[in-house]
């Protein structure tokens, strides 16, 4: 029994040697494993700072292998208040060919033709042109549309459109580039694009439109969000007009969120909603109208079958 009891604690005394080994050999794999990890991680973060390196040579050599530099645009807003600003461009080009023409081209997003305005170099292949621009002072708008199941999870979520990426023919969109012609030779340079719309949303702000469509009825909101700016307009009310096979069938307003006083609009802006319960949702258009504190009222689809 005696010798027994002694096999058993030499059982023991070698299995807490054997699991103290391992415990030790755990540890300097997984002090490897880590060790393994960072360097990985100081890989890719030099692979990354390589490629980003690359990146800027390749984007340098190409700059300097271009004939024209980057087209420089500024926005005068002096009149902008009366829609109107003055856009101003400046460029260079490199190698300028005596007696060569130099062209301005631009136009809108609702013109089909350029139009081209003939520009003087002012010096060391300096060159500037200014074009007038009427703007349409509005909101940005950002639309958001659910359909679903009135007591379950959103089944499918119809789009979610930024308004400059949704109105193709958009008159605050603006294309432009510049050409130059010697002899029987023409070269035009890539045509760059603005959008001036973000003008507006000095002004105006922008606004969240939210449709939900289920089973139960309806549910649509808006939301201004609060101003960090100097702008003195604000959105005031909201409508909703509503609309079946092309016919206007009524127009209605739309409640206030019960929270929404003067200082949650100062912190949290305005919300506006209406909520249908009752009703099945049988339209084939939807169109958010709002007012705003300076009488400017502002319309918009939000949703069209």
Do not use: C
Request: hydrophobic letters at 35%.
């Amino acid at each position: 029994m005696k010798h027994l009891k002694l096999f058993v604690v030499a059982l023991l005394l070698i299995s807490l040697f054997m699991n103290a080994r391992l415990l030790t050999k755990f540890s300097d794999l997984e002090n490897r494993l880590d060790s393994i990890s960072y360097q990985q991680i100081d890989i890719t973060r030099s692979v990354d700072n390589q490629t980003g390196h690359l990146y800027n040579l390749m984007d340098e050599f190409i700059r300097e292998q271009s004939w024209i530099s980057s087209i420089e645009m500024e926005v005068g807003t002096k009149s902008i208040e009366n829609n109107k600003a003055t856009l101003s461009f400046n460029w260079q080009i490199k190698e300028l060919i005596n007696d060569a023409k130099v062209e301005f081209h631009y136009k809108y997003g609702n013109e089909q033709d350029y139009h081209s305005i003939l520009v003087e170099e002012i010096g060391r292949g300096l060159f500037e042109a200014s074009i007038p621009a009427e703007l349409q002072l509005e909101p940005e708008w950002y639309t958001s549309i659910t359909m679903g199941n009135r007591y379950s999870a959103v089944e499918e979520v119809v789009e979610t459109i930024e308004e400059y990426d949704m109105r193709k023919n958009n008159p605050n969109h603006l294309l432009y580039y510049v050409s130059v012609s010697y002899d029987d030779v023409v070269k035009s340079g890539d045509i760059h694009t603005s959008d001036l719309g973000y003008l507006g949303s000095q002004y105006y702000g922008t606004i969240d439109t939210f449709v939900d469509i289920n089973q139960g009825g309806y549910h649509i909101s808006i939301s201004a969000p609060p101003s960090y700016s100097n702008r003195t307009n604000d959105l005031q009310e909201a409508y909703i007009q509503k609309f079946k096979d092309g016919i206007f069938i009524r127009e209605e307003k739309l409640t206030p969120s019960e929270w929404m006083d003067e200082a949650n609009k100062q912190e949290h802006g305005i919300h506006l909603y209406q909520n249908v319960t009752d009703e099945k949702f049988e339209y084939t258009s939807l169109r958010i109208k709002v007012v705003y504190s300076d009488g400017k009222t502002f319309e918009k689809e939000v949703y069209s079958q």
